[in-house]
């Protein structure tokens, strides 16, 4: 079974709409982290966030927020105003005791934003 | 400031003839990691480093093998690439492994690496 899911493969929007990237986990653990990561088109893999379970409070940065919710599993990201440079593929991670703390990667979401 | 280097950005090599690849850290992190990433994947761990202590992943063909000879360096050596090793190739380094003072990785641009 996946443990990280990011069902929408591909989402397309014109800039300055907002876009909501959706992540849903499973672990059994009571103690773990949840990440999310850009990969813009030139391939370096950057870090934007690391939530540990104990901790649900929603996080703005910027543009970017994290709705992290633990009664549905899920550690959604939005963008908000979004625009061009925001194109790239978003991956959604987790790590846990049970997997020895590496990282369980969702398969990515590329999100185009359109100008 | 790049934290993570990772050399060259592309790398071509012929069927079969080893290749290594190589990255650098200016971060000192005690982690060290090594994935592969085809195309429209999530990037998959082959290895990781803590400290001197080599970590394999159980899947991770015997073809792939690592060095790490000081703090700052780790390698990627494949000794007889096939057409299926084509991927980019990406370091990543953490201050620590596992536990609640577990840091994010930081990657590397990676290395493309292509199979002639």
């Known amino acids: 079974a996946q443990k990280v899911t990011q069902a929408q493969t591909e989402i397309s929007v014109v800039e300055k709409e907002d876009v909501t990237l959706d992540c849903v986990y499973e672990t059994r653990d009571t103690t773990y982290y949840l990440f999310w990561y850009k990969q813009p088109p030139s391939g370096e893999l950057v870090f934007l966030i690391r939530r540990n379970s104990f901790d649900e409070q929603n996080e703005i940065s910027g543009r970017y927020s994290w709705n992290f919710q633990k009664s549905t599993s899920s550690f959604n990201f939005t963008i908000t105003a979004s625009q061009v440079v925001d194109s790239a593929v978003y991956f959604c991670?987790?790590?846990?005791?049970?997997?020895?703390?590496?990282?369980?990667w969702g398969a990515g979401t590329k999100l185009i934003i359109k100008p | 400031d790049a934290m993570v280097i990772q050399n060259p950005r592309y790398q071509v090599t012929q069927f079969g003839k080893p290749v290594t690849l190589s990255c650098s850290q200016t971060l000192n992190h005690n982690v060290m990691y090594w994935y592969q990433q085809k195309s429209s994947q999530a990037p998959k761990l082959l290895f990781h480093?803590?400290?001197?202590?080599?970590?394999n992943e159980a899947d991770t063909p015997d073809n792939f093998q690592s060095r790490r000879p000081n703090t700052s360096f780790c390698f990627l050596d494949i000794r007889s690439p096939g057409l299926g090793d084509a991927a980019m190739y990406l370091c990543?380094?953490?201050?620590?492994?596992?536990?609640?003072?577990?840091?994010?990785?930081?990657f590397g641009d990676g290395t493309r690496l292509s199979i002639l």
């Open positions: 990543a380094t953490s201050r620590e492994r596992a536990g609640t003072r577990f840091q994010p990785q930081h």
């Open positions: 991670a987790l790590s846990e005791a049970d997997s020895n703390y590496q990282l369980i």
């Open positions: 480093y803590y400290d001197k202590d080599f970590n």
